[in-house]
């Protein structure tokens, strides 16, 4: 199957820093990534759409000056966690679907645990 | 502390027994449903996957079951083993092609 891939793994940093996390496509393309909240116990939570070159669509109460995207290229989306708080912390997973098959599965990166102290 | 909404109900199987796990959706525009497993500190790993113009598909040791009428959606693992032990959610796809999560199911294979 597809991979994906996020870096980094694991995050602590001090409230006030910004935290930048990549989702990469290892061999396939994307048009359009996915970026997910995870908190224990929960189910994901869709945050935004990242789009290649436009624009991410953002979901409901997520605030995207907080939350930063980009999909600069076929390959790479990055979320930004501009000035982190505690209440931050949160389990971040990526995916991504294949630009070339219509309607195919979104494929999961390992995610990226972020703790802010 | 938690709230009681937060805890994943947990479905625990003997190694070697059948297990089911049951996903009740919502949107009656979805025509594309999905099984996720995750792993403690993992990402969701696909599984199978159905289209609503199927009520079967069968994948190894998996087969899920749709049921349009009632918006059910079931996930049957034959000779469950302890590696199959993780959470497992369902999700659902519409033609606006957003992924919609269920609250997820924690299996637990005892040997």
């Known amino acids: 199957g597809a991979v994906v891939s996020q870096h980094p793994s694991w995050v602590i940093c001090k409230s006030g820093t910004s935290v930048k996390i990549e989702c990469r496509s290892l061999?396939?393309?994307?048009?359009?990534m996915f970026w997910y909240r995870q908190f224990p116990k929960q189910s994901l939570m869709l945050m935004a759409t990242?789009?290649?070159?436009?624009?991410?669509?953002?979901e409901q109460g997520v605030e995207k000056d907080k939350f930063l995207i980009n999909h600069a290229s076929l390959t790479l989306s990055t979320l930004t966690v501009t000035s982190a708080h505690p209440e931050d912390s949160s389990f971040y997973i990526c995916?991504?679907?294949?630009?070339?098959?219509?309607?195919?599965?979104?494929?999961f990166g390992p995610g990226t645990r972020l703790l802010v102290l | 502390g938690e709230s009681v909404g937060l805890h994943l109900p947990t479905l625990s199987v003997q190694e070697g027994d059948n297990s089911i796990i049951n996903c009740a959706y919502s949107?009656?525009?979805?025509?594309?449903f999905i099984w996720y497993k995750q792993e403690s500190g993992k990402g969701p790993q696909f599984i199978i996957d159905?289209?609503?113009?199927?009520d079967k598909r069968q994948g190894q040791r998996v087969t899920v079951l749709l049921n349009k009428t009632v918006k059910h959606l079931s996930l049957q693992i034959a000779a469950t083993q302890p590696g199959d032990s993780a959470v497992y959610f369902c999700?659902?796809?519409?033609?606006?092609?957003?992924?919609?999560f269920g609250g997820g199911t924690r299996l637990m294979v005892k040997p």
């Open positions: 995916s991504a679907r294949d630009s070339g098959v219509p309607r195919e599965t979104q494929y």
């Open positions: 061999d396939f393309q994307a048009t359009t």
């Open positions: 990242s789009n290649e070159g436009s624009k991410a669509t953002y």
């Open positions: 949107n009656s525009a979805s025509d594309y």
């Open positions: 159905i289209r609503s113009n199927m």
């Open positions: 999700a659902e796809e519409d033609a606006g092609n957003m992924l919609t």
